[in-house]
């Protein structure tokens, strides 16, 4: 596989899509994409520019695999990503509110995928999957709150399937456009530079506020989360 971008990208390596495909090939985008849908560490990995690229070496014939079995597992992983961050909250339970700041790990970004849960609803776990950050942490929410499976189950996979094979359609879309393949290295690193973005906003963010727990307390949080509960049961 050609390498394109990968020795123009600004910051660190995992930020830059080009090169992950090329180290790691489709096995490392399923990966990420897994990782990002629903494990806590994996909030910070470029999953929309991910598969933007994978979409775009595809149709440039960069990478070397059908487009239709890319959409297929793509869409496959981002719905099992889900569905561990899902299980997981039923697991942890509202514990993981108390859990410690660490280096990986941020209260606030669970704040916020929570009040992204209470205010949308079911249907944020179709939302939040064009929603850096918070798309990982709702179907942890989801599970923490207990929502029922079967509609869990539904809106995980229509949300999947929206956001794996959408983005990964897009970028092939575009692959085939004379002027992006003629400049696809400007545009491999545009496409490194934007998955910055969303990681320079949220860091400013929180600088501003100082306040690593956001808005909301964790007893409002928990408490809400059980009313949650019991009108369920």
């Given at each position: 596989?050609?390498?394109?971008?990968?020795?123009?990208?600004?910051?660190?390596?995992?930020?830059?899509?080009?090169?992950?495909?090329?180290?790691?090939?489709?096995?490392?985008?399923?990966?990420?994409?897994?990782?990002?849908?629903?494990?806590?560490?994996?909030?910070?990995?470029?999953?929309?520019?991910?598969?933007?690229?994978?979409?775009?070496?595809?149709?440039?014939?960069?990478?070397?695999?059908?487009?239709?079995?890319?959409?297929?597992?793509?869409?496959?992983?981002?719905?099992?990503?889900?569905?561990?961050?899902?299980?997981?909250?039923?697991?942890?339970?509202?514990?993981?509110?108390?859990?410690?700041?660490?280096?990986?790990?941020?209260?606030?970004?669970?704040?916020?995928?929570?009040?992204?849960?209470?205010?949308?609803?079911?249907?944020?776990?179709?939302?939040?999957?064009?929603?850096?950050?918070?798309?990982?942490?709702?179907?942890?929410?989801?599970?923490?709150?207990?929502?029922?499976?079967?509609?869990?189950?539904?809106?995980?996979?229509?949300?999947?399937?929206?956001?794996?094979?959408?983005?990964?359609?897009?970028?092939?879309?575009?692959?085939?456009?004379?002027?992006?393949?003629?400049?696809?290295?400007?545009?491999?690193?545009?496409?490194?530079?934007?998955?910055?973005?969303?990681?320079?906003?949220?860091?400013?963010r929180a600088r501003a506020q100082q306040t690593p727990a956001g808005d909301m307390r964790d007893d409002d949080i928990q408490a809400r989360t059980e009313r949650r509960r019991h009108a369920k049961r």
């Open positions: 596989m050609n390498t394109y971008a990968s020795t123009l990208a600004l910051g660190p390596s995992w930020l830059d899509p080009d090169f992950l495909i090329n180290e790691f090939g489709l096995y490392g985008v399923l990966a990420i994409v897994f990782a990002e849908s629903g494990l806590l560490i994996g909030f910070f990995l470029p999953g929309d520019s991910l598969l933007f690229t994978t979409g775009l070496l595809i149709t440039t014939g960069v990478l070397d695999t059908p487009l239709w079995l890319a959409c297929t597992l793509i869409a496959a992983a981002a719905i099992l990503g889900d569905q561990a961050g899902y299980l997981f909250g039923r697991k942890v339970g509202p514990t993981i509110f108390n859990r410690p700041d660490s280096r990986f790990f941020k209260q606030e970004n669970v704040h916020k995928a929570h009040e992204f849960f209470e205010k949308h609803g079911p249907k944020s776990l179709v939302l939040c999957r064009f929603v850096p950050i918070v798309r990982t942490f709702t179907p942890i929410i989801a599970g923490v709150s207990r929502m029922n499976y079967r509609s869990f189950l539904t809106y995980n996979i229509v949300g999947g399937i929206l956001w794996g094979v959408g983005v990964t359609l897009l970028g092939a879309s575009l692959g085939r456009i004379d002027l992006v393949r003629e400049h696809i290295e400007a545009i491999l690193v545009g496409i490194v530079l934007l998955s910055v973005v969303p990681i320079v906003i949220e860091v400013l």
